[in-house]
């Protein structure tokens, strides 16, 4: 139950595991250009995949759609961090200067809102960038410096001109056979299958 | 202009400088209205500022400052227009091209507002309480010496110079960038964007002072011995959100009557959200500022401006403006969705434009009254002046193109969206 979560999790993410009997992580399969690219991801959505990716040396207009993304859900964590920076700004200044240790400087409050205000700001601006940073990072499975696709060769293009989309084994609709017919038929130049053996080759 | 569309007749001038060129415009950028949709306003307009005048028999110096209040919220708007319209040249902007037309009629409500400021020269005796000349007689109870060092700046001539200075500046920015863009519809003229720029480049700075020093002259100086450099900015700051807010309700309203279809859409509301939404926050950052360096400074001189806000009634009105400005529209706007939906968006514009007015409303009447509230004449005055403005926006806009169709950029701005 916790591992079924902790897979859903990750897969959101877009972390996806290997199959245990073969270590098959999935297929790659190659396209010729952005906008094929994104007729396949809009198929593959259609088909009802949902553990799958697509790479490409830009990003691409609509992508987010034709994938079925949806909307960032960066700004909660954003918002959650600002309200934490609220709490702590607010609570630090007061425990510094009223309780902890308290001056009197030229009679002004020990501790009042109005100087404190700029602050409480500064603090909830910077907690929600550490949460947005925070929460870009964990919501793309970042940081990742192993990943089963670095094991194509072909892969290398994606930094360059390759258009690539992949199709995770995790996947409940994945078939190995299926799926890379699927992929040839909505206009894959080539189809390769990863496998996570865990070996680093030299 | 050269000879692509004709200058308007002077009777028809003060509303609207150019001939109609509504037959040129396209289709789908047409206005189909009747002359009811200006007609109604300045109608209502007209019956309001009536009614005002039966309230000025009654008690002139209340009418004087309603009247000031009501005035400063359609000049400040106007003002917001002109500086959203040098923003959107300056950058280039695509994303406004569809509903920059709005601004660019709202403009040209300078000449109309300077024809309408008349009642405020026969109101300065009860506005403005450095006009008294007892104040300036050495020797005498009534002598005031800070006023008296003022003087070389706060005199009647002098007063009177600059405001005549700052609308003639504001009118020549508003005619270029108004008629620029109506002859753009006629002649696309590749030069005229560039030209647009250029207007916008020198008309940034040129408003930015007019402005600071404009609403020093005609709001700070119901005070006369407080002062706050940071104030231009503040009165700037309600003025741009006023005119972002009308821009999306003039465009809502216009949809709503069938023009516009698929031309504005969710994404342009949704920039236009942004905007109000930032304007919000930038609102609260300058007000802020200025009540916090006057708390820290704690100098009696200044601090007196915001006790007279604090008591009698002001408070409420204080705390008011802090949530009803500043935290539930900040706390309410944050999500997306209410930027992309038109009526929860029409409700946040209509709010902050009435917020916008209860600022002024804050910011002069408590010159007049030590009771916190609110006289009928405020609402007669405000809403008078501002339903014949708003009468005059849309008598341009039904008498040219919805939109600034030979817009090189309004292809880009048709197919916007928020990546």
Known sequence: ????????????????????????????????????????????????????????????????????????????????????????????????????????????????IEPSIPIIFEVVVLFSAFGAVAGMFALNGLPRPYHPLFYSERFKKATDDGFFLHIAASDTQFDQNDTAQMLRDIGALNVELIQDDGVADA | ??????????????????????????????????????????????????????????????????YLIGWSFSLSIAIGGLFFLFFQHLTRAEWSVVVRRIPEALVWAFPALFVLGIPILFGMHDLYHWTHEELYVEGTPEYDAILAGKRAYLNTPFWIGRVVFYFAAWTLIAYKLYTLSVRQDVDPDT????????????GLPLAAVTTAFASYDLLMSTYPHWFSTIFGIYFFSG??????????VLSMSMQRGGMLKNVVTKEHYHDLGKFTFGFVVFWAYIAFSQYMLIWYGGIPEETVWYKYRMEYGWGYHSAALLLGHF??????????????????????????????????????????????????????????????????VMYRLSRHALVPQNDPRLAQSLRFENA
């Not at chain 1, 600002?82 to 400087?105: E, K």
């Not at chain 2, 003025?239 to 999306?248: D, E, K, T």
């Not at chain 2, 038109?342 to 408590?366: E, K, Q, T, Y």
């Open chain 1, 1 to 112: 139950m916790i591992d079924d979560l902790t897979r859903q999790v990750k897969a959101s993410m877009g972390i996806f595991e290997s199959r245990e009997e073969d270590d098959v992580y999935g297929l790659l399969a190659e396209f010729s250009n952005p906008s094929t690219l994104m007729h396949a991801a809009e198929s593959v959505r259609e088909r009802g995949y949902s553990h799958f990716d697509t790479h490409s040396p830009f990003p691409i207009h609509g992508m987010d759609r034709a994938m079925g993304l949806g909307n960032s859900k960066v700004g909660y964590f954003t918002f959650g961090g600002g309200l934490t920076g609220l709490i702590v700004g607010y609570w630090l200044q007061w425990w510094t200067a009223a309780v902890d240790y308290p001056l009197n400087i030229s009679g002004k409050p020990l501790f009042a």
């Open chain 2, 1 to 66: 202009m050269k000879d692509s569309v004709q200058r308007s007749s002077l009777l028809t001038w003060l509303a609207d400088p150019l001939q109609a060129t509504r037959d040129t415009a396209k289709r789908a950028f047409q206005s189909t209205t009747d002359r009811r949709v200006w007609l109604a306003p300045l109608g209502i307009g007209v019956a309001l500022l009536v009614l005002s005048a039966i309230g000025f028999a009654a008690d002139p110096e209340q009418f004087y400052f309603s």
């Open chain 2, 191 to 202: 030069d005229i964007p560039a030209q647009q720029r250029t207007v916008s480049a020198w």
């Open chain 2, 239 to 248: 003025g741009f959100l006023g005119a972002v807010c009308l821009i999306s």
């Open chain 2, 327 to 392: 935290i539930i529209p900040f706390i309410l706007m944050l999500p997306r969705f209410v930027k992309r939906s038109r009526p929860i968006l029409a409700f946040w514009s209509v709010w902050l434009l009435g917020m916008h007015w209860f600022d002024l409303h804050w910011v002069v009447a408590p010159v007049l009254n030590e009771q916190g509230g609110f006289h009928w004449l405020d609402f007669a005055c405000w809403l008078g002046l501002f339903s014949l403005i708003v009468g005059l």
